[in-house]
């Protein structure tokens, strides 16, 4: 079964710093992977996601994330946090061949200071 | 080009009671997903329909939850009887064909049982 962990609960940064946020997935075959960024009381938004080829991915707002599959990883990257870009962050994992259903991991929540 | 539409925003039961909540997917799209996320965690799937039928209701409980995704108006999730632990918030997504993977999630509806 494919699961997702993220394992950062909570991570705060400088506006203007750089961000990364980890996700950890564990999938026996070549995985989509995604990542969805949710701000408080709304649904979530599709940042970018990963299907194949090119392992470095460029999202919306600024935001990349690589897949390394050796170390079964796809990490967020910002080179410059926003204060707009306080939310929560989830990376998803979905099987290849079915697009029935994305698992998801817990999530980490982005708080920016100013 | 309106997005998924969630309807109500914001749900209160009292236990035993019934709730349906309404999904409209985005124009063109005959794909739906319900997820449903509890407190502190990330989504989980519940069941994926297109019109007419259920093509995957892997992840919803045994008993008093339902779904139809009808040939005219909007996706429904019925749950009957309800009890405290359904208290939370509840995502359709959409997409316009199978195996694709850009999902679209409405704002979700925040179900509260009292």
């Known amino acids: 079964a494919q699961s997702v962990t993220q394992p950062d609960i909570h991570i705060t940064v400088s506006e203007g710093a750089s961000l990364e946020l980890r996700c950890n997935y564990s999938y026996g075959a070549t995985p989509y992977l995604f990542w969805y960024v949710q701000s408080p009381g709304q649904g979530l938004q599709l940042l970018l996601k990963?299907?194949?080829?090119?392992?470095l991915v460029q999202g919306i707002k600024g935001f990349e994330a690589e897949f390394k599959r050796s170390q079964s990883s796809f990490n967020l990257r910002k080179p410059s946090v926003h204060w707009s870009d306080a939310a929560e962050y989830f990376c998803a994992v979905g099987a290849a061949g079915t697009a029935s259903k994305l698992t998801f991991g817990t999530g980490t929540r982005l708080q920016v200071t100013l | 080009n309106a997005g998924v539409m969630q309807n109500p925003r914001h749900l209160v039961r009292r236990r035993g009671q019934e709730a349906r909540l309404r999904c409209s997917p985005m124009?063109?799209?005959?794909?739906v997903y319900w997820y449903r996320q509890l407190p502190e965690e990330g989504l989980k799937f519940m069941v994926y329909l297109q019109k007419e039928n259920i093509i995957d209701e892997s992840g919803m409980p045994k008993e008093r939850f339902s779904a139809e995704f009808p040939k005219e108006g909007p996706s429904i999730l019925r749950i009957q009887q309800v009890v405290r632990g359904d208290s939370a918030a509840y995502f359709c997504?959409?997409?316009?064909?199978?195996?694709?993977?850009?999902?679209?999630f409405g704002s979700g509806t925040r179900l509260t049982v009292v």
């Open positions: 997504a959409s997409s316009p064909r199978h195996e694709d993977y850009g999902y679209t």
């Open positions: 124009k063109g799209h005959s794909h």
């Open positions: 990963y299907f194949s080829g090119d392992t």
